[in-house]
């Protein structure tokens, strides 16, 4: 099983730009898909967008599409969600996730999480 630390939330322009990181320890990061997903004041949680284990696919949510990217480094066993113009409703606990196969994009395919990181976007 991963264990799973994010950071890098804060306070951010509408506009603006920042990069989430997520710190896994475990033997099975470098084998296992990552998910990003936010959670939003009294809405659903839903998912941002996935990596493969090997960085070579990635689904990215409709909402965020060619505004976000995701990355890993297996050797650091990081994965990063970096978020450019950001707008008032990205606003929201973001969360990074585990899936124990090496490609997942459906949010019932994560099984370990992280314990959030709050982000904010001011307009």
């Known amino acids: 099983q991963v264990q799973l630390v994010a950071s890098g939330g804060g306070l951010v322009q509408a506009g603006g730009s920042l990069r989430l990181s997520c710190a896994a320890s475990?033997?099975?990061?470098?084998?296992?898909?990552m998910g990003w997903f936010r959670q939003a004041p009294g809405k659903e949680r839903e998912i941002v967008g996935s990596i493969s284990w090997s960085g070579a696919l990635t689904y990215y949510a409709a909402s965020v599409k060619g505004r976000f990217t995701i990355s890993r480094d297996n050797r650091k066993m990081t994965v990063y969600l970096q978020m450019n113009s950001q707008k008032t409703e990205d606003t929201a606990v973001y969360y990074c996730?585990?899936?124990?196969?090496?490609?997942?994009?459906?949010?019932?395919?994560?099984?370990?999480w992280g314990q959030g990181t709050q982000v904010t976007v001011s307009s």
């Open positions: 475990g033997r099975t990061f470098s084998s296992s898909a």
């Open positions: 996730a585990a899936s124990v196969s090496g490609w997942a994009a459906s949010p019932n395919s994560f099984s370990s």
